[in-house]
């Protein structure tokens, strides 16, 4: 990525971002271009980007930029660097996420500027030039986005490495959020002077600028940044940290709901301890098997609740008074969240009766235990009753 800077006529400055096909070419000075594009020959030194490349080359992104010092004119401290060194950045990140790191590059041109701001008078580069480069300085991250739950002590990975020992080096983690920006830690290594805490200054010496998170709350979310300043360079890598959890779904019914003809009944979809807010609850049905065309429903929901760990729970309402014809049916409520990679499903199916069937098999029933018991008990009653005659009798004619 080229650009043209100018100053227009209100004294703006003005950035023009122009696409270029360039490539990187490793090797050591003297090596001619493998490509007709603009070649960046990166020559041997003590830091290499290739070493902290992970995965295949086809997920691999490759941008570079011009880098400008911001008028800080200053030798680089290795030996061949001259002030008038010009700065380039290589950006390389990895398309599923493994990481992002970007090198500086640092490259002498036959002859120095004049004057004026660097991004003012940018050197010239021509389609098909060759730039013998070396890598000066490097910083990169295997945390290039964090989405975590709530409670949970991410570490952000953040590490530099630097083509000469004992660097003057300043390490800074910033979180922005809305539209502040809070310092969370910082160390120099000129001073030895800290602040903050979350990185392990020892680690530093060995390039590793990790910063270690206290247990997740709401407010830890924003942008997490953490920069490595080096005079003249100031690296830095923009860490997005988002907080997910995933909904738990359940109903307030077996999978197999038995009901009469004409009974109503609310049937409660729950949706529990999900964040961030956005969720969509829906139910639907299907009325056969081998037709199982969903047809959604209309129901009511409740408003957000807010749980005392920061996260949210609602529930979907659904009201049924079926009739025969809707025995068989499944109803399923789903619910989609941020955190899902596919909906979650809860289903029932539902069997209805009919109620006066069920009443009239009782009074049959009725009937015939009555009847087994009047047949029962009727001879007994008309034997006790000739057993009383006889006995009336003899007494009389005694």
């Not at 001619?32 to 902290?52: C, K, N, Q, W």
């Not at 969903?294 to 949210?312: A, E, I, K, M, W």
């Not at 659904?318 to 941020?338: A, D, F, I, R």
Request: hydrophobic share 35%; proline share 5%; charged share 20%.
């Amino acid at each position: 990525m080229d650009e043209k800077v100018h100053v227009n006529k209100e004294g703006h400055i003005e950035t023009e971002y122009i696409q270029r096909k360039a490539v990187v070419q490793f090797g050591k000075d003297g090596d001619s271009a493998l490509h007709p594009a603009i070649t960046f020959l990166v020559t041997g030194s003590e830091v290499d980007m290739r070493h902290y490349l992970e995965g295949s080359e086809n997920m691999i992104q490759c941008e570079i930029r011009r880098y400008s010092t911001g008028g800080i004119v200053m030798r680089w401290p290795v030996a061949g660097a001259q002030e008038y060194d010009v700065w380039f950045t290589c950006t390389l990140r990895h398309t599923q996420g493994l990481f992002v790191i970007t090198t500086f590059l640092r490259h002498t041109p036959a002859t120095p500027a004049q004057g004026k701001l660097d991004f003012l008078q940018w050197m010239k580069i021509s389609d098909g030039d060759l730039l013998t480069t070396s890598a000066a300085m490097v910083i990169l991250t295997r945390t290039p986005s964090v989405e975590v739950g709530f409670s949970k002590e991410p570490e952000l990975h953040c590490q530099f490495a630097v083509d000469h020992k004992l660097p003057k080096a300043t390490v800074e983690w910033k979180l922005q959020r809305h539209g502040k920006h809070i310092k969370l830690f910082s160390y120099s290594s000129l001073t030895g002077k800290t602040e903050g805490s979350g990185v392990t200054v020892k680690a530093i010496e060995g390039g590793n600028a990790s910063l270690k998170l206290q247990p997740v709350r709401k407010r830890s979310e924003g942008t997490y940044v953490c920069s490595v300043k080096i005079p003249p360079l100031n690296g830095s890598h923009n860490i997005p940290f988002s907080i997910s959890e995933q909904p738990r779904v359940s109903l307030n019914v077996p999978n197999t709901l038995a009901m009469a003809a004409g009974q109503d009944k609310k049937v409660i979809c729950d949706a529990e301890s999900y964040y961030p807010l956005d969720v969509n609850i829906e139910w639907y049905l299907e009325r056969h098997r081998e037709n199982p065309m969903p047809s959604f429903l209309n129901v009511r929901h409740s408003s957000h609740r807010l749980n005392q760990d920061g996260t949210y729970s609602i529930s979907a309402f659904l009201y049924l008074e079926p009739g025969l014809e809707n025995s068989g049916y499944q109803y399923t409520c789903s619910v989609s969240h941020k955190s899902l990679l596919n909906p979650i499903n809860k289903s029932f199916f539902l069997v209805v009766t009919e109620t006066d069937s069920t009443m009239w098999y009782f009074a049959v029933f009725g009937f015939i235990i009555s009847m087994l018991l009047i047949m029962h008990y009727i001879p007994r009653i008309f034997a006790g009753r000739k057993s009383a005659k006889r006995y009336m009798s003899s007494c009389l004619g005694v």
